[in-house]
């Protein structure tokens, strides 16, 4: 099968750009340690059906094929996060992280009636958080409620919160990530307008955000989701997508201790162009600047989120 193949008789969203095969070779190596903290498995179709409320069909991106990128990139570990195709059905990410020697932590999507029984099993698994998406192309929006209800169920096991949303809709709802107990990551920086100001009153409400919530975390990835004018990690470019640097060098700069970083393979929804994932990484020390906080970026603070035991 080739490698953008959906399997068990699914068909892929029209349009669907499949991961990049045959990445290069990172320039910048990456230290011992590195974590992916943000990536995500894709059935296979055939062994790990797609959810039927599910907003796309993504190509197969399985997990032998996350390990091998793992590899290939430098990376030593991975955090694979639920993709809103799988909605709350995990099987397809219990299986990888079963499969990964312990090299790999999970973040699921879990509904309100979820039992402490389902949730023991996902930790033994491998997983210490729940992911809450409001991004509304690809979920139908959970009311809060709901959500307040699952976070007093996973606060016992010391797990964490996962939020996705967009950067126009974090003024509605400011108030009740703020009141959120646990620790909390925003994925992809809030996902700001990269043609606005960094300095101004948009990206300045996510850093207040950060800064009022010492439990608040980010990721500092996609910038290949988030650039307008790139340049794209593509043809050997190792100075891609310039146009989001200064947002998230500004996060890394000020939060060096609250900020990870993720590939996000292979890539859900782009539809402009998919990137080099070695290239990829050689945007990584635009942003980490210094050897200090390259490391903290890719080593300390994912080993203290998802490794706290320092296995
Ligand atoms: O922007 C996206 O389309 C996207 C989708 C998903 C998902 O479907 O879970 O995850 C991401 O991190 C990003």
């Known amino acids: 099968m080739a490698h953008g193949d959906t399997s068990g008789g699914f068909e892929k969203t029209p349009g669907w750009l499949d991961w990049y095969d045959g990445p290069s070779k990172p320039a910048f190596r990456l230290p011992a340690g590195a974590v992916d903290a943000h990536c995500h498995v894709f059935g296979p179709g055939a062994q790990f059906p ?110 964490h919160v996962v939020i996705y949303f967009e950067a126009e809709d974090l003024p509605e709802l400011y108030d009740f990530f703020s009141q959120i107990p646990t620790d909390v990551v925003v994925d992809h920086m809030g996902r700001p307008d990269v043609t606005k100001d960094p300095d101004g009153p948009e990206f300045g409400l996510f850093l207040r955000f950060m800064r009022e919530n010492p439990n608040v975390w980010t990721k500092v990835s996609c910038p290949e989701r988030l650039s307008v004018s790139g340049p794209r990690a593509l043809n050997g470019e190792r ?36 990137p080099d994932d070695g290239l990829l990484v050689d945007y990584i020390p635009q942003i980490a600047t210094t050897d200090e906080l390259q490391r903290k970026l890719l080593v300390d603070n994912p080993a203290r989120l998802y490794w706290p035991e320092g296995a």
Not at 66 to 73: P, Y
Not at 253 to 274: A, I, Q, S, Y
């Open 239 to 274: 100075h891609a997508y310039t146009d989001v640097v200064p947002f998230a060098r500004r996060v890394v700069e000020e939060f060096p201790d609250r900020v990870l970083w993720g590939t996000d393979w292979p890539h859900p929804n782009l539809k402009d162009h998919m």
């Open 50 to 159: 797609y959810a039927p409320e599910r907003k796309y069909t993504p190509c197969d991106a399985s997990a032998e094929q996350l390990f091998a990128l793992r590899d290939h990139l430098g990376f030593d570990r991975n955090v694979i996060v639920q993709a809103t195709c799988h909605g709350a059905d995990n099987r397809a990410l219990v299986d990888a992280l079963r499969r990964s020697d312990g090299r790999a932590r999970g973040v699921a999507t879990v509904r309100r009636d979820v039992t402490p029984e389902q949730l023991a099993e996902l930790h033994e698994a491998g997983v210490r958080g729940v992911r809450f998406n409001f991004v509304k192309r690809l979920v139908d929006r959970v009311p809060t409620d709901s959500l307040a209800e699952i976070v007093e169920k996973i606060r016992p096991l010391g797990w």
